[in-house]
């Protein structure tokens, strides 16, 4: 089966930095994306990790470590606006399947 | 940019009734999924379907749904008879490519709101 493990939900002021972290079980990895969904809309795709390491877009950038299971969504210089749920996903060998964590709520204060 | 687009948003139907779930993927892509979205919990995975037929399915997608793409631009969910518990935001979603990697990422539609009452 499949398990990812995420924060119910984090809070943090406006021009800070914040961590979502994501740990998974999974029987078949492919890779790890993000995506962030505001309330009442549809999940929007964020970043992918598919190989150890960091990858980068703007001020947003998502760790993966494929020997320990884990990963982690940074966001940087935080927004009002980035108030919203993060979801981990992981993608199963094949990638025909992405399962979603439960989701973080991120609450951006003034 | 294009998207993904889903009607109705709203579907109000009676427990027992067959409801259909209309889904246009984006025109290039290959891959469509099927989501769903209990309020306020995680969005689960239901279905995926490549080159005419599902590829991957839940324990939730059980005889109750199908899917179906019934011409060149249309993806479809059906729900035989629906039960209180189907209630639930369903997302359909598309990829150009298997998985989503960084250059084939899901894109979701806006949701279908489905109430069983």
């Known amino acids: 089966g499949q398990s990812l493990e995420q924060p119910s939900e984090v809070t943090a002021v406006e021009g800070a930095i914040v961590q979502i972290n994501c740990t998974y079980q999974?029987?078949?990895?492919?890779?790890l994306s993000w995506y962030q969904q505001h309330d009442g809309g549809a999940p929007t795709f964020l970043s992918y990790n598919g190989l150890d390491g960091l990858e980068e877009t703007g001020r947003f950038s998502s760790f993966l470590s494929r020997s320990d299971s884990y990963g982690y969504l940074l966001l940087q210089e935080l927004q009002m606006k980035d108030s919203a749920s993060y979801f981990c996903a992981v993608i199963n060998t094949g990638g025909f399947k992405t399962i979603f964590g439960a989701g973080t709520r991120l609450f951006v204060k003034a | 940019e294009p998207e993904v687009t889903q009607t109705p948003s709203h579907q109000v139907t009676q427990m027992g009734q067959e409801v259909i779930l209309h889904c246009v993927p984006i025109?290039?892509?290959?891959?469509f999924y099927w989501y769903r979205q209990i309020l306020g919990q995680k969005v689960e995975f239901l279905v995926s379907?490549?080159?005419?037929?599902?590829?991957?399915k839940s324990e939730i997608f059980d005889d109750q749904f199908s899917v179906e793409r019934p011409d060149g631009s249309n993806f479809t969910l059906k729900i035989r008879s629906t039960k209180l518990e189907d209630s639930a935001m369903y997302f359909c979603a598309s990829s150009e490519a298997a998985g989503s990697s960084y250059n084939s990422p899901l894109h979701f539609g806006n949701g279908t709101r489905l109430t069983v009452t």
């Open positions: 025109s290039n892509h290959l891959y």
């Open positions: 999974t029987s078949g990895f492919y890779g």
């Open positions: 379907f490549y080159n005419n037929e599902i590829s991957e």
